[in-house]
Every structure is written in C-alpha cells, then in structure tokens.
C-alpha cells in the first residue's frame, strides 16, 4: 500500500488536477491520496491557503468577507468547469466557505485555521469527485471523522497518540481515499491546523498509521539535487539518501522538505519518494532508513546563511568546574539556542541563529560572561554562513577534510571554523556570508 500526497503546485489548475488523477489511476496501491490546497499557477499568483488567510484576516476585523470568498470559490470553479464536473460540487464550495464565515466563534485564532482547512478540505473533494468521473472508486474522508485527532497551538497542532490508531483503520477501506491535508480537528472538535505546508505531516501520519510500504511525495520538481541549483546550475540528481542524511541537509537549508514534517513516517521506517507530478514515471529521490551498498562519499552539500559566533576566551576554563553549565545557563536564559560549539584548551565558540541574537541580547550575554564567568576575552561575529558536507560514505573515506579544506582554499574563503559531527557522517565549515556561493561552486567541483 502506498500513501501519496500532492503538493499546492499539483492541484494549481484543471491540468494538474488531471495529472493527479491519472497517477492515482495508474497504480493500485496508491489508496490513499492526500492532498493540499491549489496553489499557484504562475510566479504572480496567490494561492487558495494564502487567500484564505485574507478571508478570514476580513472577517476578523469585522467584514464580511464576501469578496474574498468569491475569489476563492472562483478558483475552484476553473477546475470544476475545465474538467467537466458537475457544477453542485462548486455550489457546495461557496456553501462551505460562507458558513464559515458565519460562525459564531469569535476567537481569531478559531476562525483563522476554520478558513485556513477550508483549502485542503475542498481540493479534496474536488479530486475525490475527479477520480470517481475518471472511473476511480474514491471517496472524500472527513479528518475529524476518521480520528485525525490533534493539540497544541493554533497553526502549530500536533497528534494525539491515539490518532495513528484511528486513522489504521483506512486501510481495511475498499475506495481510494482522498484525505485533505493541513488539518484536523482537537478532543474539542474544534479545527485546528499544522504549521504552514502541513500536508507533508498529514501524509506522514498517515504513511505510519497504515504503515505503508512506501510515502510518495509529489511534487513539482524531479528529484531532490545534490547543491542548490541556484549556485550550481545543473547540479546532479540525488538516486537515495537515508532519513540521516536527510535530516543533516534539511538542517542546513536543504530544499524540498523539512524532515521535522515527515518525522512520523520516519519513526515508522516508511520509505519515502519524492516525485514530480508532472514526470511520473522518473525515479525520482528515494529516502531509506539505511543504505544498502556504499556509494559516493557526499551525496550532499547545503548551506545556511544567519549564523553568528560568540568566541570566549578563558585561561584555564579546562580545569573550572562547572564552566560549560553556567556557559549553557547565560544562554538559556536568554531562551537562545546553541547550534553548535566547537572548542579549544582555553576557549570556545558558541554559535547561535543571528535572528535569535539581537543587539541587545548581545549587549546582556556579554555583560553576563564577564561578570559572572569572568572571561578574558569575548568577540561576536556575525556574517557566519555554514557549510555542510554529508554522506553517510564519508565513513569509509580517508582524505574527506583535505579534499573540503583544498576546495574551500581554492576558492579564498577562509574557514572561521569546522567541525565534523560525532556521527562522522557530516563535516561543518563556517565561512564568512559573502564567501558562501564561491565556496560551494568549488566544495560541488570537488566532491561532484
Ligand atoms: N496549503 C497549506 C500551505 O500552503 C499546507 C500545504 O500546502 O501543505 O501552507
């Protein structure tokens, strides 16, 4: 059994609706089709989720909502019309969308995710009743009804623990189910949703739930690609990577998707395809709980810009007891999180995410350094990109940081700062911001 979701530029038009279709038609295991909101159909425009939030962004400051509404009702009615469905479907849309503008339900936070699930849940009927005029047994399920069950915040939910058994029983189901994602409902009954392109979450619940034999993510690219095609054109498609290696490029700015988004199916050691929608039949990129045979030694290279290093110099700090704690408890405070901290005999760098970082959370971090630990010497830097290196190979390789250490020379970027992770499948380099796009041209010349 195979649990596949479309992404918002799967479902964009009439013509992608269609190709959808056709992929869930053309193998019997996809039972369960898990779908988003339509999304944009070119560079300039918006999609359904985002004018959902103005219809209820209206309705919050007290319109009514109307013409949102309409333009949203417009969307799907392209679809309905271009595929030739029957135009009850579309009646039903505005139906939908003008109760909920109408509910009594006051809180914004309510009425924000009430409009927010309106995208998913009404693309997906819309494909359910495409399947079922293509000849597709395929029914539309409700996610509060079949148990998707959720907590937490407001844009923020996540499940319940009994939600997996719930939704197990979608299995046993003879139609082709077409689940929306983005959503679900709280003991409460009350709608709530996940963070923003929480679909890829809904298909992943679901792949665990049913455990699936594989979780196909389609999207509109045809595989994910070793370094960023926007600093390396043409850069080569990556065949597999395993859920480590995944989770290291992800963390670095990898495109694609966020692995925190597919952790359930992780958990559950589903494999994982991405696909594109509008090339079916390519291989697409494989993610696997381990590699069989060992193959290149970096599948990977990513980057991420915003960094900043707060360097602390301390004679002795080795031999201090309890250093590192209070080190640690300065930042806790301040509720910042240390990424990393690479250290020598008498110093250390803590590197933190310059957005948690401000002016004055330096100004108080430093004023605590050296007054309550006493420091020699303290610097910040910021400007700090990183650079990762990943591949699970790189284990058996000798010469990996040489060959790295070569590129980044090559190209005159000076590494403020490099650290290979106790998994021994990843090597980190800080580089200054404006030495980023060089350094990786020649780390991808290098490795690829
Ligand atoms: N439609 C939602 C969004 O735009 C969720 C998704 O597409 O996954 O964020």
């Known amino acids: ?58 309705r919050i400051s007290g319109g009514s909502a109307a013409g949102q509404i309409a333009a949203v009702v417009q969307r799907y009615a392209e679809i309905q019309e271009e595929l030739g469905l029957s135009a009850s479907l579309v009646n039903a849309i505005r139906a939908d969308l003008e109760a909920r503008g109408a509910s009594a339900d006051q809180d914004p936070e309510v009425l924000m995710d009430l409009f927010k699930a309106a995208g998913e849940a009404n693309c997906a009927k819309l494909v359910a009743a495409a399947l079922q005029a293509r000849g597709v047994n395929a029914e539309y399920v409700d996610p509060g009804e079949a148990g998707m069950l959720l907590e937490g915040e407001h844009g923020q939910a996540v499940p319940l623990p009994e939600t997996y058994g719930n939704l197990k029983k979608l299995a046993d189901r003879d139609a082709v189910s077409v689940f929306p994602g983005f959503f679900g409902k709280t003991r409460e009954g009350r709608v709530i949703t996940f963070p923003r392109g929480g679909s890829d979450i809904t298909g992943a619940i679901l792949a665990a739930a049913v455990n699936a034999d594989l979780y196909e993510n389609f999207t509109d690219v045809d595989s994910v690609l070793a370094v960023d095609p926007r600093i390396v054109p043409n850069s080569r498609p990556v065949a597999n990577l395993t859920y480590a290696e995944m989770r290291e490029l992800s963390y670095a700015g990898f495109s694609v998707f966020h692995d925190e988004a597919i952790q359930p199916a992780i958990e559950a050691g589903v494999p994982i395809c991405i696909k594109n929608t509008n090339a079916p039949l390519n291989p697409g990129t494989m993610i696997v709980p381990a590699r069989e045979t060992e193959t290149d030694e970096v599948v990977g290279i990513a980057s991420d810009a915003g960094f900043c290093t707060v360097f602390i110099k301390k004679y002795l700090m080795n031999r201090e007891v309890g250093f590192l704690r209070r080190l640690f408890e300065i930042f806790e405070a301040e509720g910042v999180s240390i990424e990393h901290m690479p250290s020598g005999i008498d110093n250390i760098s803590v590197i933190v995410r310059a957005d948690r970082f401000d002016d004055a959370t330096e100004h108080r971090v430093m004023h605590k350094l050296k007054t309550e630990l006493g420091v020699d010497e303290i610097a910040v830097e910021r400007d700090l990109a990183l650079i990762m290196i990943v591949g699970e190979g790189m284990r058996f390789h000798v010469g990996i940081a040489a060959k790295a250490t070569q590129a980044l020379a090559e190209a005159g970027a000076n590494i403020e700062m490099m650290n290979q992770g106790a998994s021994e499948i990843s090597m980190m380099f800080g580089v200054k911001d404006r030495d980023r796009e060089r350094a990786i041209q020649s780390l991808a010349k290098a490795f690829f």
């Open 1 to 58: 059994m195979k649990v596949c979701k479309f992404g918002g530029s799967s479902l964009a038009d009439a013509g992608q609706v269609a190709k959808v279709c056709e992929i869930v038609a053309a193998d019997p295991d996809r039972r369960i089709v898990v779908v988003s909101a339509p999304g944009k159909r070119h560079a300039a425009d918006s999609k359904v989720t985002d004018m959902l939030i103005a219809c209820a962004q209206d």
